[in-house]
């Protein structure tokens, strides 16, 4: 379903001396991996290992300065957009901020329904599909007229993932989507997903820097360092990570554990 191959991605640097400076600063160092369709592949890595810009190359914002990204057999980057058969959604971390606060919950699906009119050439009852994704996300109809403001965290980030299933995706991108959720709303979430993604058959991509999360929800990691590619493993198969620092991943959450809820992995690596 997702094929990506040989990514290089490099930033001008900033506060350069010169006037028309052009120095360069790398941050996906060829980076190659596949997933097939039906699998979650969970991205894992710290602060600025490249996880939200190699987030940003598979969602089409960002053309690699080297390298070829595939969606079901199709190129990203070549090629006309309306020949790309494969529909890629993303579900972003901050649920406040990618939802208009003036929308209702029946204007943030119209979004998601709306593309997918055009997209097809058809003609949606935008009501009853409304009804039915909210349904599918573990709401009722009676949240169609709220506003944002008065949704708690996890009942926007259902209406979020709603939005996103609204265009009737192949693949959903997670870009640290449950990280500023509470722990038993995170649950909650996962839970959700999981059932989603058997029901209709969809890829995920998970980008995080909890390794709870990826051993709940994913079938593989890709562990990500420095933007390079240090492993990939099968979830099942993650304590067997070869890699110094996906060994060193991995022993941090216990060490989080012992620090407790104040703490993080990142503290402890």
């Given at each position: 379903?997702?094929?990506?191959?040989?990514?290089?991605?490099?930033?001008?640097?900033?506060?350069?001396?010169?006037?028309?400076?052009?120095?360069?600063?790398?941050?996906?160092?060829?980076?190659?991996?596949?997933?097939?369709?039906?699998?979650?592949?969970?991205?894992?890595?710290?602060?600025?290992?490249?996880?939200?810009?190699?987030?940003?190359?598979?969602?089409?914002?960002?053309?690699?300065?080297?390298?070829?990204?595939?969606?079901?057999?199709?190129?990203?980057?070549?090629?006309?957009?309306?020949?790309?058969?494969?529909?890629?959604?993303?579900?972003?971390?901050?649920?406040?901020?990618?939802?208009?606060?003036?929308?209702?919950?029946?204007?943030?699906?119209?979004?998601?329904?709306?593309?997918?009119?055009?997209?097809?050439?058809?003609?949606?009852?935008?009501?009853?599909?409304?009804?039915?994704?909210?349904?599918?996300?573990?709401?009722?109809?009676?949240?169609?007229?709220?506003?944002?403001?008065?949704?708690?965290?996890?009942?926007?980030?259902?209406?979020?993932?709603?939005?996103?299933?609204?265009?009737?995706?192949?693949?959903?991108?997670?870009?640290?989507?449950?990280?500023?959720?509470?722990?038993?709303?995170?649950?909650?979430?996962?839970?959700?997903?999981?059932?989603?993604q058997k029901e209709k058959d969809l890829t995920y991509i998970f980008i995080t820097h909890d390794l709870t999360s990826v051993t709940y929800l994913c079938s593989h990691v890709l562990f990500l360092y420095k933007g390079k590619v240090a492993e990939i493993r099968e979830v099942e198969t993650i304590s067997?990570?070869?890699?110094?620092?996906?060994?060193?991943?991995?022993?941090?959450?216990?060490?989080?554990?012992?620090?407790?809820?104040?703490?993080?992995?990142?503290?402890?690596?």
């Open positions: 379903m997702i094929k990506a191959e040989h990514i290089n991605v490099s930033f001008q640097k900033e506060n350069q001396e010169k006037l028309f400076g052009r120095e360069r600063q790398k941050v996906l160092f060829d980076v190659s991996f596949h997933v097939k369709k039906g699998d979650c592949l969970g991205i894992l890595g710290e602060s600025g290992s490249g996880k939200s810009t190699l987030g940003r190359v598979l969602c089409g914002l960002l053309k690699p300065d080297e390298g070829v990204v595939c969606l079901g057999g199709t190129p990203l980057y070549k090629g006309r957009k309306k020949d790309r058969q494969t529909v890629l959604s993303v579900v972003f971390q901050d649920y406040t901020t990618s939802a208009n606060p003036r929308f209702t919950v029946r204007n943030l699906i119209g979004e998601g329904l709306r593309v997918k009119e055009r997209r097809e050439r058809i003609r949606i009852n935008k009501d009853e599909e409304t009804d039915n994704l909210l349904r599918l996300v573990g709401l009722d109809e009676s949240y169609k007229e709220r506003l944002p403001h008065e949704l708690s965290g996890g009942q926007l980030q259902r209406v979020c993932i709603a939005r996103a299933l609204a265009v009737d995706p192949a693949v959903i991108l997670f870009d640290e989507a449950i990280s500023s959720l509470d722990a038993h709303t995170q649950v909650q979430i996962m839970d959700l997903l999981k059932q989603i067997k990570a070869t890699h110094p620092y996906a060994k060193k991943l991995l022993n941090a959450i216990f060490d989080v554990q012992e620090m407790g809820a104040g703490g993080s992995w990142e503290q402890a690596v």
